[in-house]
């Protein structure tokens, strides 16, 4: 076995291993995450800060709230008990019921340790008697919430007056009008594309069975909405994968003449996709819907190695294997290189999409490069011929590619690089705000609105982060915010402590049901309801587990405890170092313009460790023209784009790296062949572009912002940086005129 064969099989055997890695990862369930938060920089340097926002945002996004309406009474009913059955059938939907479960029994065991305010207000002023004797009128009462088993446990019915007055809010919601109401949690992650292709699957059969009933479904919750991006997400992924592949096809048949050529081009672009897919894999456990869709955009990018190899033999040459290879290998080495760097300088941000399309663009890169250079050349037959379209790929590449523009272009070129500039830099635009990411559906939206009008159903997405040196100072921080609170404009929603208490509110709390209602007034309404007085309220209860959606509140970060007091907005308090307001929104925007800025100058330092790797390259400072296209490139790019009213994001900073290592990538091959001896190479440079401007242009086209920005930047980089890749060829090279 040669030492081409051998280094060959390694490459092979490792595709091999990741091919079944990815494999055996797809069939153990689909690790695709595809959450919107993912896309968003980790607060790296306040863990309290994201702890509590992570925590905030899966309880928000786990709520749905299903309304049921039209159609005949009984057709509603049967429809909701159907739906019902069905959400309990699949195992990933917790019902109210069972909140309200928890909260009753947790209420019930706690009774004589909480208070309601305005019961605390009456105890303070020794009016105990006022709420013994509302007790005593409940039991008489119809619809009361009295019952045989509080008769023997809580005559004075404190469980039921605790459930009225601090139960969360959204817990008993109750439709206005003929609706009936679904409401409830899931029990796994919103965003999992199992869970919502699960649910959407449910509802879908559900809506087939009902609809010709007249019966309709609203619905509200971050699942369905998780749900539409999914699916959009993966059409985009479908076709981009699609359209590049029929630009691959198309374009390596009219230009090589063969569909030898064709299968060679796509095993270099699944070897990366392969690659790229493991890595991540191994690395994540799971990999982002919108890491895919890059990655998918990946592949216009990875047969450029490919091509480039295949052009050595265009133009009836006979050369060698081993002479082709060396033709290229440098030049598919150092833009390797240069490629993967600027891919890895996205590895540096606290943003796990980021993350993943680096590690993804790497392994994927470096898997194509290595194809291309070993397995390549064995699969190759030799049997070369110019395709129809190659004469016209010819003519377009000498006309554009051919040649450094002269002293008086080359003025104009400066000119009018000088005014783009000017005028963005006049009308410069940044978009950090993450509310404007994604466009809601019209239909969710609309079904939400029906759901708030029908329920008063609303997430509150705000709260108090209250923070403490322990759980029991915490508890009292947080109970110290709550007295603040008092009065004005906003409230909170719920609160841990008026379930769980302080140690000292606990304590004082027994004191006063004991001293001004138990003591006082619970012989004689236990006399009234003709039942003897026995030591209902002092023995102790069998404890309860405090709920789940109360724990929740609650967490910590090292050393530092915390607790979460949502409210609807901003109460506007002092400043006090125990709490703060968070606004999830507004801090993600922040970071995201910290993390622009920052990405912006990694642009700087990315491009000046490109000038390094092609110094050591080439060992010659002239040499360092390979890196004047890309570097207009990333000046004129977002320039151009916020001149056409797109502006500037993290985003737009973070597709600008993969603009600098594509653009490296033309201006080697420009550099390495000049003149006539690079006539094929320029047309291969000129596919190369072709092929990655389609795969990433279609990103242009995603609701998404992310993904749309993105998208824009890089085909309109790859498209500046084609244009002036002359700029990279020696100062001797000439213009070169078609053949034929």
Known sequence: MTRAHAAAAIVASMLVCAALFVVVSFSRGLPIDNDILSLLPAHARDITLSDAVTRAGAAGSSRIVLLVSGGAPENRDTATKDLAQRLAVSGMFRPASDDARQ??????????????????????????????????????????????????????????????????????????????????????????????????????????????????????????????????????????????????????????????????????????????????????????????????????????????????????????????????????????????????????????????????????????????????????????????????????????????????????????????????????????????????????????????????????????????????????????????????????????????????????????????????????????????TSAMYDEPEESAPLPDMIAALRGSSGDTAWSIVPVMSDPMLPPNRNWRFVDPAAEYSAVLGAFREQASWGLLGSTLVAGLIVLIAYRRFAALRILIPASMALVLTPALLVLAGVPYSFFSAMALFLVLGVGIDFAVFQWEHPGEAGRWTRVGVLMAAITTIVSTSLLGFSDVYPVHAFGLTVALGIVLNLILSPLAQPRNSVRIKAHG
């Not at 679904?182 to 796994?188: D, E, F, P, R, Y």
């Not at 063969?258 to 672009?269: D, E, K, Q």
Request: glycine share 8%; aromatic share 8%; charged share 15%.
């Open 103 to 532: 909260i009753w029994n947790w209420l019930h065991a706690n009774r004589t340790a909480l208070l309601c305010p305005d019961d605390r207000h009456k105890f303070d002023q020794g009016r105990g008697g006022e709420v013994a004797a509302a007790a005593l009128r409940q039991w008489y009462m119809p619809m009361s919430p009295a019952s045989s088993q509080l008769l023997a446990t809580d005559p004075l019915l404190l469980t039921p007056t605790l459930l009225s007055c601090i139960a969360p809010y959204n817990m008993t919601l109750v439709p206005t009008g003929d609706g009936r109401l679904i409401a409830g949690s899931l029990s796994q992650s919103a965003y999992r594309l199992d869970v919502q292709d699960t649910l959407s699957a449910l509802i879908d059969d559900w809506k087939a069975a009902w609809a010709p009933k007249q019966v309709r479904l609203d619905r509200a919750g971050a699942v369905f909405h998780a749900d539409e991006g999914g699916r959009n997400a993966r059409q985009e992924i479908s076709l981009i994968t699609s359209a590049t592949a029929i630009a691959v096809f198309v374009l390596f048949w009219s230009v090589f003449g063969t569909f030898r050529s064709v299968g060679l081009g796509l095993v270099v672009i699944l070897s990366g996709v392969i690659a790229g897919l493991a890595a991540t894999l191994a690395v994540f456990g799971t990999i982002h819907v919108i890491a895919t869709v890059f990655g998918a955009a990946l592949t216009g990018i990875a047969d450029d190695y490919t091509i480039h190899y295949l052009m050595t033999g265009v133009g009836g040459q006979n050369a060698s294997v081993e002479r082709r290879k060396g033709e290229v290998s440098r030049g598919v080495l150092v833009s390797l290189v240069a490629a993967v760097g600027a891919f890895t300088a996205l590895a540096f941000f606290p943003v796990v999409v980021f993350q993943q399309i680096a590690l993804f663009g790497a392994a994927g890169l470096a898997a194509s490069g290595l194809v291309a250079l070993t397995i390549l050349p064995l699969l190759d037959n030799g049997k070369r011929r110019k395709g129809i379209g190659l004469p016209l790929l010819d003519r377009v590449a000498a006309w554009l590619l051919s040649h450094r523009p002269e002293r008086r272009a080359g003025a104009a070129i400066a000119l009018g690089f000088t005014g783009i500039v000017t005028a963005a830099a006049l009308n410069w635009e940044v978009l950090d705000d993450i509310g404007k990411f994604q466009v809601p559906s019209e239909i969710l939206r609309t079904e939400a609105d029906a759901v708030t009008a029908a329920t008063g159903f609303t997430t509150p997405v705000t709260f108090m982060l209250v923070s403490g040196r322990s759980a029991s100072a915490v508890a009292a921080n947080e109970e110290h915010l709550i007295r603040e609170l008092d009065g004005a404009p906003v409230r909170p929603v719920t609160a841990a402590t008026w379930f769980d208490p302080s140690p000292a509110r606990r304590q004082a709390n027994q004191a006063l049901i004991a001293d001004q209602l138990i003591k006082p007034h619970l012989a004689s309404l236990t006399a009234s309801l003709g039942i003897e």
